[in-house]
């Protein structure tokens, strides 16, 4: 069984267009994240919810609108789609308890590339 | 602002031989660190977590160490094998802004057979 698990994995798509890319995860964690990697591989936090509060949002351009339905669910849509939108979207989770605080677990990442 | 730096960028070494990965973070208020690694095309495997009050975690051939005082960690791979090239990734939550984990730059291991 995956744990957290994205869709689609692959997505191409002309510029202006607007896309949506699904995150599931079966872990029981209170908190998602969507994380995005460039071309040199950095991974930079884009949103954080917990119980599906929006939690962080880090400077996101407003293109982008994150909704999680429930605790399990957080998708990504975004609108009007630029060049610079490229890139990997790597959806995660966590959760915290008294013994640990929250291990982060990914998924397989979804690979978005804007022609 | 947190930071986080992995040195070296990249490394080459050959099979069997131990090897250490750095990881310097500029803030020490952190609740935990995290070592990853990631394959080409792949997403992140978590390798190791350790707790702010730990100093060092352990799996199988890999040994993570904290230092929160100097602001660095390392991951000791023992006996390295081909199946370790991988880019490896440590990542920092600290105690602002809890729900954010903040990663490095990564370090690109590559283990000739």
Not at chain 2, 84 to 111: E, H, N, Q
């Amino acid at each position: 069984d995956t744990a957290v698990s994205q869709t689609p994995k692959y997505l191409v798509t002309q510029m202006g267009n607007d896309k949506s890319i699904k995150c599931e995860q079966n872990l029981g964690h209170d908190t998602m994240y969507w994380y995005k990697q460039d071309s040199k591989k950095f991974l930079k936090i884009m949103f954080s919810y917990n119980n599906k509060e929006l939690i962080i949002n880090e400077t996101v351009p407003n293109r982008f609108s994150p909704k999680s339905p429930d605790k399990a669910h957080l998708n990504l849509h975004i609108n009007s789609l630029e060049l610079g939108d490229s890139a990997v979207y790597f959806c995660a989770s966590s959760q915290d308890t008294a013994e640990r605080t929250g291990e982060l677990f990914f998924g397989e990442g979804s690979r978005l590339t804007v022609l | 602002k947190q930071e986080v730096t992995q040195i070296p960028a990249a490394l080459s070494v050959p099979e069997g031989e131990n090897l250490v990965l750095n990881c310097s973070f500029t803030d020490s208020a952190i609740y935990n660190l995290q070592w990853f690694r990631q394959d080409p095309g792949k997403g992140l495997t978590s390798l190791l977590l350790i707790q702010s009050s730990q100093r060092e975690q352990t799996s199988g051939r890999l040994n993570a160490s904290l230092d929160k005082s100097s602001g660095r960690s390392t991951l000791y791979i023992a006996a390295s094998q081909p199946g370790d090239s991988a880019t490896y990734l440590c990542a920092v939550r600290p105690w602002t802004g809890t729900y954010k984990y903040i990663f490095g730059t990564g370090t690109r291991l590559k283990v000739l057979a």
